[in-house]
């Protein structure tokens, strides 16, 4: 029905940049937000951005001036810049789309497979 496929991680050193990307695709009539989240090991998943309909936008106070999320004029793909890596930014970084399927009511929420970051020297 729906598929958020992420790209972009892998490993870099502290201070570097990387860009997540996430593509939805499939029977989608409304997307309602998009976002990030992450879980690194032993931990729970968190929030670490997300990006409304109208473009309103929400950062973890760990990420804030460090990351940028931002979306594509179709409103179908999004973007996690991430700068000024920490060692603590290590994770696997989850893709999220609070949507409404095609002809169908209910919004819902999907998730991509995850895509893993690793910062270290």
């Known amino acids: 029905q729906v598929q958020l496929v992420e790209s972009g991680g892998g490993l870099v050193q502290p201070g570097g940049s990387l860009r997540l990307s996430c593509a939805a695709s499939?029977?989608?009539?409304?997307?309602?937000?998009m976002g990030w989240y992450r879980q690194a090991p032993g931990k729970q998943r968190e929030l670490v951005a997300t990006?409304?309909?109208?473009?309103?936008?929400m950062y973890a106070d760990s990420v804030k001036g460090r990351f940028t999320i931002s979306r594509d004029n179709a409103k179908t793909t999004v973007y996690l810049q991430m700068n000024t890596l920490k060692p603590e930014d290590t994770a696997v970084y989850y893709c999220?789309?609070?949507?409404?399927?095609?002809?169908?009511?209910?919004?819902?929420?999907?998730w991509g497979q995850g895509t893993k970051v690793t910062v270290s020297l």
């Open positions: 499939g029977s989608i009539g409304s997307i309602y937000a």
């Open positions: 990006i409304t309909s109208d473009s309103s936008t």
């Open positions: 999220n789309a609070n949507l409404r399927l095609r002809g169908q009511l209910p919004r819902r929420d999907y």
